[in-house]
């Protein structure tokens, strides 16, 4: 960790992306605002990455990208609780799905028998 302190529009612009976050979540779900949390982020931490400052420890690029990364590993650890909370599409969790792959494509079915109306050519 570095010693240096963020500057103030990094700041700004996590406890921005933060307020859109909550307000989000409120509309969509915690798992749309998050997704949409972590996009800014990365856009964030890509512009300060971009950004003509020098690389020095007192320059604050450091503490900068540090920041942005660190809110990064929050709103994934905060997505990740939100999605365990989600419907899983398998409606039977006890029960594993055969893949198609691994026996034949179509099963023997029994017919039964044919019904009278019907003809017999195949």
């Known amino acids: 960790m570095t010693s240096g302190r963020a500057s103030d529009e990094v700041i700004d612009a996590i406890a921005h992306i933060e307020i859109q976050r ?5 509309d969509s779900g915690a798992a749309a605002a998050c997704s949409e ?3 800014k982020l990365h856009e964030l931490l890509d512009r300060e990455k971009a950004a003509p400052q020098p690389h020095d420890p ?4 450091l503490a900068n990208t540090e920041a942005v990364m660190i809110e990064i590993k929050r709103i994934q ?4 609780v939100a999605g365990k909370g989600a ?3 398998n409606p039977r969790p006890g029960q594993h799905q055969v893949s198609l792959r691994s026996g034949t494509r179509n099963p023997a079915r029994n017919k039964g028998r044919r019904t009278m109306g019907r003809r017999g050519e195949r």
């Open 22 to 26: 909550q307000g989000m979540e409120k």
């Open 37 to 39: 949390s972590l996009r």
């Open 58 to 61: 007192d320059s604050g690029y």
């Open 77 to 80: 650890k905060l997505a990740g």
């Open 87 to 89: 419907v899983s599409k």
